[in-house]
């Protein structure tokens, strides 16, 4: 690393300096303005399961307190502001209607960013699954989370790059003899093919970013990506990060 700044003279004036947060990480208002149930709100609820009970109800209070997070953010000098849509704020049941509070939320604190000159960087998905897409189906373990996941997409078609975090801990495996044959990234792989038809269909061409963990840094067996121009991976390790546009034969850059 330091012989690529001694090369590059430090970072491009381009650069953006920025935070970062999720959804249940920070907003609370857990069953506020329409908002479902997550996977996570359900989760925490299991005894035992986190620090002396603790849950995400409340947290930081972003959703109440954004206008205050955000001043605060530019008074440090931040450049951008990457954060996560909780799905069950706009679509509370997973596959329902749209809640219009939840749009207004998100609108409100897009533009609060630009009033400060903050570049928001929208993730659409950060682990927490409506709670009803598990009891109806088992969430990310079925194929019809992909057009769920798709229409949730959909609602957010004006942002013209969209994040998309999703670990292997994110969804269930199948455990058929030939799902078992792949490794996490082609799980990965078939995920981004099929939202790649989904959204080909709808004549969309929204690009999007997968951000995969250590267990996704070796190249798939099985399954190659149909359409490596609609995404860009970025690889984040435990002690290290890559970052590499995909293809093929998709395998991270020390």
């Known amino acids: ?24 990480q920070v907003e609370g208002a857990w069953n506020e303005d329409g908002k479902g149930v997550s996977n996570w709100d359900t989760f ?38 990457r954060f996560s849509i909780a799905w069950t704020r706009i679509i509370p049941d997973g596959d329902g209607e749209v809640n219009p509070k939840g749009i207004e939320f998100y609108n409100n604190l897009i533009n609060e960013c630009i009033k400060y000159g903050i570049e928001p960087m929208v993730t659409i ?14 969430g990310w373990e079925s194929r019809e989370v992909i057009d769920d996941f798709v229409n949730y997409a959909k ?4 942002v013209e790059y969209l994040h998309v975090w999703l670990s292997d801990g994110a969804f269930n495996h199948c455990e058929c003899e030939e799902c078992q ?14 939202i790649d038809a989904m959204l080909t269909k709808e004549n969309l061409s929204t690009k999007i970013v997968f951000i995969a963990y250590l267990d996704t840094i070796f190249a798939p067996k099985v399954v190659t990506l149909n359409n490596p121009g609609r995404f860009t991976l970025l690889y984040a390790p435990i002690s290290r990060s890559y970052t590499k546009s995909i293809d093929e034969n998709t395998t991270p850059v020390p």
């Open 1 to 24: 690393h330091i012989m690529y700044f001694e090369k590059s003279k430090g970072f491009p004036k381009n650069f953006l300096w920025g935070s970062a947060s999720a959804a249940y």
């Open 44 to 81: 925490v609820r299991i005894p035992g399961k986190t620090f002396k009970a603790t849950t995400g109800d409340v947290a930081v209070d972003h959703y109440h307190r954004y206008k205050e997070d955000v001043k605060l953010m530019a008074e440090m000098g931040l450049k951008t502001y």
């Open 125 to 138: 998905y950060h682990w927490d699954l409506p709670q009803a897409l598990v009891d109806k189906y088992n």
């Open 155 to 158: 609602t957010h078609q004006n």
């Open 181 to 194: 044959k792949m490794r996490p990234s082609d799980w990965y792989m078939m995920i981004m093919n099929e």
